[in-house]
Nanobody, 127 residues
Framework: QVQLVESGGGLVQAGGSLRLSCAAS????????MGWFLRAPGKEREFVAA????????TYADSVKGRFTVSRDNAKNTVYLQMNSLKPEDTAVYYC????????????????????WGQGTQVTVSS
């Protein structure tokens, strides 16, 4: 089992940057594929980015391609989401999630595939 804690959210002006972190505790962190999701007010949780267990594969939602970068440091048990060129429509609560069932180079964009979730961190982008 793994516990996930997000940090790094906050208020930023449009065009600015934030880096979210997700610290994992528990055994065998490197055995988990990781994902980032967001939930905007009044909307369902949606996929943002994902990274495979060894960091060798990543995938992004079309809305963030070229602006967001997901990375991980397995030695520090942490996954990151670097968010650049932020837009007001990026405003949401951002969650990290872990999937213990995927193979080393697999990623998934599906909410239902992830079996562990953090509590979320608020990101607000002002215009």
């Amino acid at each position: 089992q793994v516990q996930l804690v997000e940090s790094g959210g906050g208020l930023v002006q449009a065009g600015g940057s934030l880096r979210l972190s997700c610290a994992a505790s528990g055994r065998t962190y490197g055995s988990y594929a990781m994902g980032w999701f967001l939930r905007a007010p009044g909307k369902e949780r949606e996929f943002v980015a994902a990274i495979s267990r060894n960091g060798g594969r990543t995938t992004y939602a079309d809305s963030v391609k070229g602006r967001f970068t997901v990375s991980r440091d397995n030695a520090k048990n942490t996954v990151y989401l670097q968010m650049n060129s932020l837009k007001p429509e990026d405003t949401a609560v951002y969650y990290c999630a872990a999937d213990s069932r995927l193979s080393v180079l697999s990623v998934t964009t599906s909410v239902g595939e992830y079996n562990y979730w953090g509590q979320g961190t608020q990101v607000t982008v002002s215009s």
